[in-house]
């Protein structure tokens, strides 16, 4: 592997570097741990943490820290490499075989609701090594997947195998069912030139030769790959295979994007004395530096590492003003530092809560802290002196966008004492639109037309529902006294789509007086 990013991070002297991963030379050690069963843990020590947020970016800030890079929680969607991919051409190829940018055959959701083929790039692929299942379909077809991959059927997205990473059961493959075949989805419309080459079934045929009639565990481990397309998936042996878009990430550190990305979390133990050494820079301006618009900071990871105490007194100290956004409950333990801080610079602190009801939200964010609990770390937080903004995200249509069920959530926000809220209606963009989609057709079936019309135009719910919200929005806010910041309501914000700090609930986002922030006309990079 050649070093790139990674030798920005590297510590002159420091030990030897770990066995396949030689740009990683600020190594300290690699740790394994009981309560994070697989993951291994490298604690590096870096050479920088303050991040510049490129120049296009919509956010309300210039600046960012990540102690950690990796995700503990992360599924694998992988396929046997000899897997047949459909390219653009009409011709097949291995899985192995395929290379970044090649253009293959995807799908996605018309204006009108209907999925069909399209041409996309391919903008990573890896390799992996885990267990296996081959899925046999009743036409002799054999696809070797691991037990997270996911492929669709007429109820959605499933995965192979039920088990996942958060425990419990998740939709998964059923004997009998059909799997969704690239055929199924040409039409005239694209069966123009450039476009796939692929013969429409007939009108009104069954794909029986895609229904499943087994899925057989394979004894050991076996390589496995997987690709990330523009569109979220791909047509793997004929059949819609969708793949993890989020994994090319992990590459930007110069680790493989496959076995590094699910078991190779890195630790910049030196977090917050670097950055207290890049704070002291004499050009640095002291802008507002955020944190949890990338990588949670109060992962569970940081309740082994504690990280955070040292960077809030990094930051404070040097009188730069700061933002945290999380779900994470463990920040409760450092108010006791945020409170310290903010005596010194402003903070920012934000927490999402998207509804009240506890069975809903078991079914729609499994894995993360209950609404009461939530409530109770905005109200610690007003406890301790500190602002707190509630972003109110994301609405649901038919679901969690009642006047009741707005005015009873807003209500718990204002009690606990939130400084504002913003509210944003559900985005739907590719990947989590299949997800969403195939949870709706299982959960609330009489809802699928009504999301079709309201996302007919794309990722952002219709301009009419918005308009709507916002006029039924308001006038809570203004009974519950939270109409300090931005109130989105989920369209595209600011000038030419650009979000804004208004887009963000007032308490979210420092106040910083007009003069704290003096950019010198050629603003250092600490990078």
Known sequence: MVGVRWDEQKVAGGPEELPGMPALKGLVRSVRTPEFAGITFHEVRARSVLNRVPGASPMPFAWTVNPYRGCSHACTYCLSLDTRILMVDGTSVRLADVRVGDLVVGSEVRSNGIRSLVPTPVHAAWTTTKAAWRVRLLDGTAIVASADHRFLTRRGWVHVRPEGCEGGERPHLRIGEALVGAETL???????????????????????????????????????????????????????????????????????????????????????????????????????????????????????????????????????????????????????????????????????????????????????????????????????????????????????????????????????????????????????????????????PALIERYAALYRRGAYVDAAYRKDLAARVGPLLARHGLTGGGHAMGGRQGDEGRETERSWPEGAVPEIPEKVVEAPPEQLSLL
């Open 186 to 444: 040409a039409d005239e419309a694209f069966r123009r030139p450039g476009s796939p080459p692929v013969a429409p079934a007939p009108p009104g045929d069954e794909p029986g030769g895609r229904v499943v009639v087994g899925v057989d565990e394979l004894p050991g481990e076996r390589a496995l790959g997987d690709l990330t397309t523009g569109t979220g998936d791909f047509v793997a042996d004929g059949v819609i295979s969708h793949n993890c878009f989020a994994r090319n990430t992990h590459t930007y550190l110069d680790l493989d994007a496959g076995d590094d990305f699910d078991r190779q979390v890195v630790v910049k133990l030196n977090a917050p004395e670097v950055l207290a050494r890049e704070l002291r820079a004499p050009r640095w301006a002291r802008e507002h530096v955020a944190m949890g618009t990338n990588t949670d900071p109060y992962q569970r990871a940081e309740g082994r590492y504690a990280l955070m105490p040292g960077i809030i007194k990094a930051l404070g100290a040097s009188g730069t003003p700061f933002s945290i956004l999380t779900k994470g409950t463990l920040l409760a333990r450092d108010l006791p530092e945020l409170a310290a801080a903010a005596r010194d610079v402003p903070v920012g602190v934000g927490v999402s809560l998207a509804l009240l009801d506890p069975e809903l939200h078991r079914r729609v964010e499994p894995g993360t802290p209950t609404p009461r609990a939530r409530l109770d770390l905005v109200r610690r937080v007003r406890d301790a002196g500190l602002p707190c903004g509630v972003f109110v995200a994301p609405v649901l249509p038919g679901l969690t966008d009642s006047d009741e069920a707005l005015d009873a959530l807003l209500g718990e926000i204002a009690t606990a004492g939130a400084s504002g809220a913003s509210v944003l209606a559900l985005h739907l963009r590719p990947g989590t639109r299949e997800w969403f989609h195939a949870w709706l057709a299982r959960e609330h």
